[in-house]
């Protein structure tokens, strides 16, 4: 390494206050010492992870389409998904969830299973006694 003094002189007269010598040492620096090439840091921010609850589709299915109350169990579900996610809990979040989701499918399917059937049946007897 190097080492270089410079010393830095002020003029005396020139109706200021003197300012006193003053020595700044300067280094000079070769070629890193560590032959590898430099590396970089990656730092993986998480965004919000949008973990979907389907509370709103199980108050439908549980208000309008409730055969055999799966669409209580499922609503029942979305609520513990959405505790989960509150607490952090992102993994059991979405196991919830996919609990929910798959529960509000087949009460859904069966509640419109249930009305065509409620609506076919009157109207075959209907006929079918004229």
């Not at 390494?1 to 206050?17: A, C, K, L, R, Y």
């Not at 300012?19 to 700044?24: F, I, Q, R, T």
């Not at 059937?117 to 007897?125: A, H």
């Amino acid at each position: 390494m190097n080492h270089t003094v410079q010393t830095f002189f002020s003029p005396v007269n020139s109706g200021q206050p003197p300012n006193y010598e003053e020595e700044h040492e300067v280094t000079v620096l070769g070629a890193p010492h560590n032959p590898a090439p430099p590396t970089g840091t990656v730092i993986h921010i998480r965004s919000e992870t949008s973990v979907p609850d389907h509370v709103v589709w199980s108050l439908f299915n549980t208000l309008f389409m409730n055969p055999c109350c799966l669409g209580f169990i499922a609503f029942a579900y979305s609520v513990k998904s959405r505790d989960r996610k509150m607490v952090g809990d992102l993994t059991g979040a979405q196991a919830y969830a996919s609990t929910a989701k798959c529960l509000n499918i087949w009460a859904l399917i069966l509640g419109i299973l249930v009305t065509i059937l409620l609506i076919i049946i009157p109207v075959l007897l209907f006929q079918a006694y004229r």
